[in-house]
């Protein structure tokens, strides 16, 4: 019944045409540890014909112009932790990179009805880049210049970088704590509540409450999909199926943009 109810929702999706006739991309978002790998692998498995877009963490753990040097120099995700100050321009660089590039890729063969993407060029600005300004990691300077070639690649770039909506996982910042320390990542080990809570509310402003200041017209009134997933879902079948129906009543436009996000918790899910 899960296959059946999944084909019926790409075939709605695909129904909305996307831009230039293309696959429909759209992005997930949600907290760190929230759950987005554990949640897409359920999309996998329920709309096999979309195409889910993992976030790189291995690549900015061996970044590979570091790969000769000493053990450990080419971890960025390392470096960052270590020290946020000195190395958080660096990687926000090179994390908006690669979203662009994911976002900017069209695999060979027949083209999905809907990608999926872990996270975007969007929460690297509007959570992320900005949280660390907000917390002194990034100065004035180069916040400026991460806006400045942000906002001028994304205009030029256009309809090829827009996505269609989003689908915000939220659970508590404490629930992220406990899934991040279940995960167990070595370079996350002095991780504290504090920076979930932060990024929880950068996620609230943007997706929620729409707070944030955003710069591009069409990402103003995005439809966002808010997604309970405090409770664990991971062994409950019940849970998972009511999670899928629900993304699969979505119609989000060509794109589907899944932003997988953590945040406190709200009793049902709802498309805002
Ligand atoms: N709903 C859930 N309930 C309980 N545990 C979960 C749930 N979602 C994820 N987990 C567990 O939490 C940890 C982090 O999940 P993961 O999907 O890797 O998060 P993310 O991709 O957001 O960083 C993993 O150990 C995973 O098994
Ligand atoms: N400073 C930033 N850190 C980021 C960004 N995107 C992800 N991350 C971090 C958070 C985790 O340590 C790791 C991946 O976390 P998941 O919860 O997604 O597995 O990378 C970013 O843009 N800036």
């Known amino acids: 019944p899960r296959a059946r109810a999944a ?23 949600g907290g760190w540890a929230v759950g987005k790998s554990t949640f897409l692998r359920l999309l996998g498995r329920a709309f096999p014909e979309w195409r889910l877009v993992a976030e790189p963490v291995a690549q900015w753990q061996k970044v590979a112009a570091g790969a000769e040097e000493a053990p450990g120099s080419g971890n960025l995700l390392q470096r960052l932790y270590q020290e946020p100050s000195r190395w958080s321009f660096t990687f926000q660089t090179f994390s908006c990179l690669g979203r662009l590039k994911a976002q900017l890729e069209r695999p060979a063969g027949p083209a999905a009805p809907v990608r999926v993407f872990e996270r975007s060029v969007y929460s690297d600005r509007y959570v992320f880049a900005k949280n660390l300004f907000e917390t002194g990691h990034l100065d004035m300077l180069e916040w400026a210049i991460y806006q400045e070639w942000h906002s001028f690649l994304l205009q030029e770039l256009g309809d090829r970088a827009t996505l269609h909506g989003f689908l915000y996982l939220r659970a508590t910042p404490q629930r992220c704590l406990e899934r991040l320390w279940r995960r167990a990542r070595v370079e996350e080990r002095g991780v504290q509540l504090l920076y979930l809570q932060q990024l929880h509310m950068q996620h609230e402003h943007w997706l929620l409450e729409r707070r944030t200041k955003v710069h591009f017209a069409d990402m103003r009134h995005m439809p966002v999909l808010v997604l309970d997933v405090d409770g664990d879902f991971e062994q409950d079948a019940a849970m998972q199926d009511i999670l899928m129906a629900q993304v699969c009543g979505v119609h989000v436009g060509a794109l589907l943009w899944l932003e997988l996000e953590s945040a406190s918790i709200v009793p049902t899910s709802r498309l805002l």
């Open 7 to 29: 084909a019926g929702a790409v075939s709605r999706v695909i129904g909305t045409s996307s831009a230039g006739g293309r696959d429909a991309p759209g992005g997930s978002g």
